[in-house]
């Protein structure tokens, strides 16, 4: 499922790979964006590298991307606000 339109933004469903050899967007796994971090999935430090690597692939602060469920599982979904639907679809990969 790409990009979903909320009230205050857009939220994206993620599967993420914590202590990846380097950090990346892999592209789209089913409905969820599959994405590689570098970071240990230890102490918040996976979420945070997951919060920048989104921030800086939309044009937006880190501040703007919220982890609204799955803060401790690989699959999660991200809120980032101020972003349409649309305009997270054109600004990730395919």
Request: aromatic share 2%; charged share 25%.
């Given at each position: 499922?790409?990009?979903?339109?909320?009230?205050?933004?857009?939220?994206?469903?993620?599967?993420?790979?914590?202590?990846?050899?380097?950090?990346?967007?892999?592209?789209?796994?089913?409905?969820?964006?599959?994405?590689?971090?570098?970071?240990?999935?230890?102490?918040?430090?996976a979420?945070?590298a997951?919060?920048?690597?989104?921030?800086?692939a939309?044009?937006?602060?880190?501040?703007?991307?919220?982890?609204?469920?799955?803060?401790?599982?690989?699959?999660?979904?991200?809120?980032?606000?101020?972003?349409?639907?649309?305009?997270?679809?054109?600004?990730?990969?395919?």
């Open positions: 499922m790409p990009p979903e339109d909320e009230q205050r933004g857009c939220t994206i469903r993620l599967k993420v790979v914590p202590g990846s050899s380097r950090s990346a967007i892999a592209g789209w796994l089913g409905e969820r964006l599959k994405v590689r971090v570098a970071a240990p999935p230890e102490a918040g430090k979420n945070e997951v919060r920048r690597l989104l921030a800086e939309l044009g937006v602060p880190p501040r703007q991307v919220a982890i609204i469920a799955g803060e401790s599982t690989p699959e999660k979904t991200v809120l980032i606000s101020g972003v349409s639907a649309e305009q997270a679809a054109r600004r990730l990969p395919r």
